[in-house]
């Protein structure tokens, strides 16, 4: 068991990611993550490992990328208009088939928006968010505690699949203190026989690079890549299921957003309405298969999120609209109450959306 300490959500992700192996961080400070950066600009020097400042996101991502070749593990951190800027570097990070990691603490947009939470990033972690054909590995965490968690996961599904993982936060997690165990065990190790490290003559030249110059080559590459990913797919989905077994009414919540969730489904099941939860933890690869069996037997589906509306597409892309899919959402920087929550269920209940 490792020990149990008071943090925020941004230093459960930096202390995390040291302990999961991680001695390179590169950054750029903006609202509502810049505890990562600070706290790894205390501990990298006391522990012999690299932080530097960038004179932006552009140089921290390519920084990333660099490092990420050589087979360490490396991170960067933004908000939601740092990881626009970020994201060249990001689809660079996935054509060179590197692991890197890159944790957004989200806040309000469009453009500058507010510094306040939000989940309205979802569409740009999960559809790609730079030019070509990838993905990447998309975690939400629902607290403190899993802040911690899923980073060492975060690198370690990195690692193992050679591609950018995604921790997709918001300003309430990161800026919330909690209860958190941290680990004492040593990080896992992977083969990396792809890193550039130096031949000493002894093997042949590895060659880290984005650019294929004949179509069939780049199309080659691509077929493969997604290949790798139908495995990510069939294998590391994870999601979290509340009162599901009775349920009549599914509420599909991830991060901040779940936890009011939560508390809405307790006062419901009070009043005697059968609602329970599926939370995706894995935004990609999406819970397809366990919302697609639920909508053979709930009546109807509600989405809860910070944003205009995004994930409930692939919430009935996922039910092949067996059902109907309501939403229930806040934005700008809003957070949608128990009772926002509880009032739409007992709408959905009686009938429809008013």
């Known amino acids: 068991m490792g020990e149990k300490v008071l943090m925020k959500g941004n230093e459960a992700i930096a202390e995390s990611a040291i302990r999961a192996g991680c001695m390179h961080y590169f950054g750029y400070p903006i609202t509502p993550q810049t505890e990562i950066a600070a706290y790894m600009a205390k501990r990298m020097p006391k522990i012999g490992g690299v932080f530097l400042q960038a004179e932006s996101e552009v140089a921290a991502i390519n920084m990333v990328l660099g490092v ?3 087979g360490k593990r490396v991170m960067t951190s933004s908000s939601s208009p740092g990881v626009s800027l970020k994201s060249e570097g990001i689809s660079y990070i ?3 088939d590197v692991p890197a990691l890159i944790v957004n603490v989200q806040r309000g947009g469009p453009g500058l928006g507010g510094i306040q939470p ?3 990033d979802y569409f740009q972690a999960v559809k790609g968010g730079s030019h070509g054909d990838f993905k990447k590995i998309v975690l939400a965490p629902a607290s403190v505690q899993e802040m911690a968690d899923l980073t060492a996961t975060a690198f370690d599904l990195a690692d193992k699949y050679r591609m950018p993982a995604m921790i997709l936060a918001d300003g309430t997690l990161g800026q919330m203190m909690e ?3 941290l680990p004492d065990t040593a990080p896992k190790a992977f083969e990396k026989p792809w890193a550039l490290t130096g031949t000493k003559c002894e093997r042949k030249h590895n060659i880290c690079n984005s650019l294929y110059l004949k179509p069939e080559e780049l199309e080659k590459t691509n077929f493969e890549r997604f290949a790798r990913y139908k495995d990510i797919e069939d294998n590391e989905v994870l999601y979290e299921e509340y009162l599901m077994d009775d349920a009549e009414i599914c509420v599909v919540s991830f991060g ?3 936890r009011v969730a939560k508390n809405a489904i307790v006062e419901a099941r009070a009043k005697g309405i059968k609602v329970g939860m599926i939370r995706p933890i894995t935004l990609w690869p999406f819970p397809e298969k366990v919302l697609n069996a639920a909508a053979d037997k709930c009546k109807a589906f509600l989405s809860v999120e910070m944003n205009m509306g995004q994930m409930i597409e692939d919430i009935k892309l996922a039910t092949e609209c067996k059902k109907p899919v309501y939403l229930c959402n806040r934005t700008g920087g809003m957070i949608p109450s128990p009772e ?5 269920i007992v709408e959905i209940n009686e009938g ?3």
């Open 68 to 70: 990420a070749a050589t």
């Open 94 to 96: 996935a054509g060179s």
């Open 118 to 120: 939000s989940q309205s």
């Open 179 to 181: 209860p958190v165990e």
């Open 256 to 258: 901040i957003t779940a």
């Open 340 to 344: 926002e929550v509880l009032a739409k």
């Open 352 to 354: 429809g959306d008013k």
